[in-house]
């Protein structure tokens, strides 16, 4: 099963002569492990697909399901929980606190969850160092650079250990140095621990890390590429991943 | 015409027999799968570089198996090499073979050019996730030469995929003008000169 999958998935905004249609009856699905790339033109409803999965707005029409479960059905406090605990967003402009300190910001899903402090810093730390920011974890946002804030916001995305990251331009705001790091970043989050990625860019050099492209266009997905679709490639990937394990 | 400037400057750093210099190219280029030369090619260069006075037969290397010629540089050759270095080296941006089938294409009634260019751009994606992928698993720490390549095959897709964008979205203008037509050439044999 699908670890995402959306049914006739429609966003209208506005209504009557006014109206503009952000998404058109969009059916797609995302395997578990997938690392999968959304692209196309501003305006073509990459971002409403991505709010939409994300549970961030609620369509005009269709349904958004995780593992079989009917997001659009969900009551609006289970729908956050849900949210909090199974996905994990990173956004072009980071949204980090500037007052908290790396640490503080990366284990804060941790603690809105009601998890201890200590224990909520303990996991923080783990993906901080994951991330390559171990030597950072006191620095505050505008002690770091913008690649840097974007690994704490990963590391935040992590932090509660969900299956599904959904990134919204995570390198729009970056030079093509930090932007191809965070994106080989991105691929071995995929790669080395498992988590589902679904990512919306504009920029070809990072959608070429991802396993599979949808083009959108209008509202709707107009093609499609699969990346590493040999099965060399996915084999080796296997292997990769078994021995990590 | 780059392998032989190249075995002429891998012979300017030490003297070297054809199977030698074969293994040294292979290696500078980014390995066989980059850019492989048969020994048949390494030893007709080597010929034709002797010939032109270019190199020189300076000994014979006798290690159990056949014998190996050993070649060096000659003056002319490290002057040839001198003006290689300062040179410069234009591309062929001309003979593209996209650019053919799109042309085609627009002749051709009925082809569906949108189509044609997502096929396009699906093999272009393809190449970009293979070339990043290596330039993931590449040390910059021990093979920055090979990583500013794979860096400069990355930017020229990305390039070539930003180009089809814009043809994409021009393909209605295109189609609305008239395709090429060869100039109008006066037809039989070129007619005797006027008189003066």
Redesign the interface.
Known sequence: MPIIQTENLTKIYGTGETAVVALDHINMAVEKGEFLAVMGPSGCGKSTLLHLVGGLDRPTEGRVLLDGRDLTALEDDNLAALRRRRIGFVFQFYNLIPVLTALENAALPLLLDGVRPAEAHRHAAEWLQRLGMGDRLHHRPDQLSGGQQQRVAIARALVAEPDLILADEPTGNLDSRAGDEIA?LL?RISSEWGRTILLVTHD??I????DR?L?MKDGRI??E?R??GTGEEQAQALRERMETL | MSVRYALLGLLAQQPRHGYELRAAFEALVGGRDTWEVKPGQVYATLERLEEAGLIAEVGVEKEGGPEKRIYALTPAGREALQEWFHTGVVGDHHRDEFFVKLMVGLLVEGTDLHRLI?VQ??TL??E??RF?RQR?EADSQTELAYVLFLDKV?MH??AD??WLDMVEARLEEIQRQPTPQPEPKPRGRPRAKREA
């Open positions: 080989a691929r070809p050099r959608a070429a890390h991802a492209i083009f107009i093609d590429t990346l590493a | 997502q751009r699906n994606y393809q970009l996730h990043t993931m990355v897709l990305e995929l930003r």
